[in-house]
C-alpha cells in the first residue's frame, strides 16, 4: 500500500514538473521593455493614453511591458532583465549621474532604446544620450494638420503614412545632428502647414526646408536607438497608423530585427 501511494506521490510530482516546464517553455514573451514616463518639465496630457497603448500593443503582440514606478530602483541589476527601455513623453533632467550610467551600460550591453515625442526634449545636458537619441528638441508651431512623408520605406510600420496622409500633430523642429548616421523614416511636409514660431527671447522657429524628419533609428555605442516625434496628441495613441508605427521601432530596438 505504502508503495503505490509513493509511486501515486511520485507520479503527481513529475506531472506538475512537466507542467512547470511546459508553462515556462510555452508562456515566455517575445521581449520585455520597461517604460518610463518621467517628466521634469512639462507634462503630456497623452502620456496616459501612451501607456494605454503600450500595454495594449504589448498584449496583442505578446511581449512584456513594465511602467517604472520607482526611479530610486533603476540599477543595472533591475534593468538587466529587459531588452529595451521605451521613454514615453519624457522631459527635462530625470537621471541622476548613477542613473545615465546605468542607462549606458544598458544600451552598451547590445540593447535598446525608444524615444517617444518629448523624449528629444530630455536631458540636454547628458551629451550621451543626446548622441543616442539623434537630434534635440527645438522649438514647435502651433499644432496643425500637414501631410506625411515616408522617407525610407525600407523600414517597417510605415504603411499607414503612404499616399501623403493627413496628420494633425505638434511638428517639432530639431536642432542639428548628434550623430551622423542617423537613417530617416518619416518625415513632414512644410509647405502642407506653417512651420513658423516665435516663442520671443526663447527661441524662434522658420522650420527645417525640404528634410524635416520626424522618426529615424541608428545603431549606437553597441546598441540600438529608435526615435519618433508623433505623439502629442492623446488621441495618436488610438491611431492604427501610429500604432504600427510604434511597435515597428519597439520590436527592432529589442530585437534588432525589422
Known amino acids: 500500500m505504502k508503495t503505490r501511494m509513493n509511486r501515486l506521490k511520485f507520479a503527481v510530482l513529475f506531472l506538475l514538473f512537466q507542467l512547470i516546464i511546459f508553462s515556462t517553455t510555452y508562456a515566455q514573451k517575445q521581449f520585455k521593455i520597461l517604460m518610463v514616463t518621467t517628466t521634469r518639465g512639462w507634462?503630456?496630457?497623452?502620456?496616459?493614453?501612451?501607456?494605454?497603448?503600450v500595454q495594449q500593443l504589448a498584449a496583442r503582440n505578446f511581449f512584456d511591458v513594465v511602467l517604472l514606478?520607482?526611479?530610486?530602483?533603476?540599477?543595472?541589476?533591475?534593468v538587466?532583465?529587459?531588452?529595451?527601455?521605451?521613454?514615453?513623453?519624457?522631459?527635462?533632467?530625470?537621471?541622476?549621474?548613477e542613473?545615465?550610467?546605468?542607462?549606458?551600460?544598458?544600451?552598451?550591453?547590445g540593447k535598446g532604446f525608444v524615444g517617444v515625442h518629448s523624449a528629444s526634449d530630455t536631458e540636454y545636458e547628458w551629451e550621451w544620450y543626446t548622441k543616442m537619441v539623434g537630434r534635440m528638441f527645438h522649438i514647435h508651431p502651433t499644432v496643425q494638420t500637414a501631410k506625411m512623408k515616408i522617407l525610407d520605406n525600407k523600414f517597417p510600420g510605415l504603411q499607414g503614412f503612404s499616399d501623403g496622409k493627413l496628420w494633425t500633430e505638434e511638428w517639432y523642429e530639431f536642432g542639428?545632428?548628434?550623430?551622423?548616421?542617423?537613417?530617416?523614416?518619416?518625415g513632414v511636409d512644410e509647405e502642407t502647414?506653417?512651420?513658423?514660431?516665435?516663442?520671443?527671447?526663447?527661441?524662434?522657429?522658420?522650420?527645417?526646408?525640404?528634410?524635416?524628419?520626424?522618426?529615424?533609428?541608428?545603431?549606437?555605442?553597441?546598441?540600438?536607438?529608435?526615435?519618433?516625434?508623433?505623439?502629442?496628441?492623446?488621441?495618436?495613441?488610438?491611431?492604427p497608423a501610429f500604432l504600427n508605427h510604434l511597435y515597428a521601432g519597439i520590436f527592432w530596438a529589442a530585437t534588432g530585427k525589422k
Open 43 to 53: 507634462h503630456h496630457e497623452s502620456v496616459h493614453a501612451g501607456v494605454l497603448a
Open 176 to 186: 542639428p545632428e548628434k550623430a551622423t548616421d542617423l537613417t530617416y523614416i518619416l
Open 193 to 239: 502647414y506653417n512651420p513658423k514660431a516665435d516663442w520671443g527671447a526663447r527661441a524662434k522657429g522658420v522650420g527645417m526646408g525640404k528634410l524635416h524628419p520626424l522618426a529615424w533609428y541608428h545603431n549606437y555605442d553597441g546598441g540600438r536607438a529608435f526615435y519618433t516625434a508623433l505623439g502629442h496628441l492623446p488621441t495618436n495613441f488610438s491611431e
Open 69 to 78: 514606478e520607482d526611479p530610486n530602483g533603476f540599477t543595472d541589476k533591475y
Open 99 to 109: 542613473e545615465q550610467k546605468v542607462m549606458e551600460r544598458f544600451i552598451q550591453s
Open 80 to 97: 538587466e532583465q529587459f531588452q529595451a527601455i521605451l521613454f514615453l513623453n519624457t522631459t527635462g533632467d530625470i537621471f541622476n549621474a
